[in-house]
Structure formats: C-alpha cells, structure tokens
C-alpha cells in the first residue's frame, strides 16, 4: 500500500519563525490533506490540495504530484499553532492514509 | 451546520463489556468512516461505508461491527472490549470516496480496563 512518510517528527520554534514540513508519499494520488490536530485531539482540515498550490492566512501548501511529495509553510508561527500536523493521502478504499506527523511546539 | 458528531465524547469500560459509538453527519454526504488513532500514530481505518446500505472493512477491523443506519448515520460497535482497543475513535465523512475531502468528528476516547 501507499507508505507516507512526513518530516521533521518533531520542530520547535520561537514565536514569529517560519517553518516547512514536507510530507513524502510513494504512489500517485487522488486526494491530499493537511490537518492540525489541536491540543484537545481535535482534527482541522488545513488544505484539500492533491495538486498546486494554496495559501490561508498565514499558512500555504504545494503539493507537486509528478515528484510525489507536499509541502506545509507556516509563517510568522503564533503559539495557537502548536500541535501535531497530519498529512494524509487517498487509499484505494476511499479512506485517508496518515503519516505519523510532525509534532510543533511554537514557544512565546 | 454541526457537520459530524460524535457520542459519547469519553467512556470507560471494563473488559468484556459492550458499546456503540454513534456517528451522524449533516453534510448530504454519501461516505462515512470509522478510524483509531493511538499514541504517536496517524490515524487507520476501521471500516468504512461508501454509500448507505454498504459497508466494508479497512485496515484493522478485528473486535469491531459497524452499521449504516441511514444515510447520515454511521454507527460502530464493540462486542467484547478488550484494553487493546483503548484509543481515541474518529468518524469522518466525505461526499463520495477518493477524490473529496474527509471532514473529521471531534473524537470519541475510549478506555477499556
């Protein structure tokens, strides 16, 4: 099956640092998501992007299918930020594959 | 617009007892999911329904049975909980299957003793 492997697992960062995580996965894809799961274990979609690119606020992904990898860009990070971060990819069931995340801690 | 809930939101059992973890979803959507999230993972399917009446298995479905009830219902149950089915449960939901987007319930928390 699809193997989705993201890095750093772990990054902590000083209040206002840029960051990029990279999600690497081994097969074409036809769904790509990008989730932050809180502090309170909630689950919030970040990005629906199998493909190109797409900015929110502070937050924008790329995603280049061709070279089958994503990439998450957070900017001028705010402590709100902190948590895990979830890449996942479309299975052949029509379920979602997760990576194991990259854990952030933005420190005030 | 709640989109998808969970119930119950916590739940202790003891080894050997049975529960249902009910799902509902608000967003006319045809598939539903059931994942298990345990420490320092990502998540993993359950079982999943890609329209009413039809439900199949995912990846780790041993100790568990699920049902469609109707369209914006999805239900999932544990017979005989055993502490390896201690983890945090999901139910997601999406308009059709691989090509939408999965929108998450906020989580069910289950131990088992």
């Known amino acids: 099956g699809i193997q989705v492997e993201q890095s750093p697992p772990d990054l902590i960062l000083q209040e206002g640092a840029n960051s990029t995580l990279r999600c690497n996965f081994s097969?074409?894809?036809?769904?790509l998501q990008w989730f932050h799961q809180n502090p309170w274990g909630q689950l919030i979609n970040l990005f629906y992007?199998?493909?190109g690119t797409k900015q929110n606020g502070r937050l924008s992904a790329t995603t280049v299918a061709t070279e089958r990898y994503s990439l998450l860009y957070i900017s001028s990070s705010q402590t709100t930020d902190s948590g895990v971060y979830f890449c996942?990819?479309?299975?052949?069931?029509?379920?979602?594959?997760f990576g194991k995340g990259t854990k952030l801690s933005v420190k005030p | 617009n709640a989109g998808v809930t969970q119930t119950p939101k916590f739940q202790v059992l003891k080894t050997g007892q049975s529960m249902t973890l009910q799902c509902a979803q608000d967003?006319?959507?045809?598939?539903m999911y059931w994942y298990r999230q345990d420490p320092g993972m990502g998540l993993r399917l359950i079982y999943y329904s890609a329209s009413e009446g039809t439900t199949d298995k995912g990846e780790v479905p041993n100790g568990y049975n699920v049902s469609r009830l109707n369209k914006r219902e999805f239900s999932l149950r544990l017979e005989s909980a055993a502490p390896s089915q201690t983890s945090v449960y999901f139910c997601a939901s999406a308009y059709a299957s691989a090509y939408n987007e999965q929108f998450f319930g906020p989580g069910t928390r289950l131990t088992v003793l």
């Open positions: 992007i199998p493909s």
């Open positions: 967003m006319n959507h045809n598939s």
């Open positions: 097969d074409s894809v036809n769904n």
């Open positions: 996942a990819v479309g299975g052949s069931q029509g379920n979602l594959i």
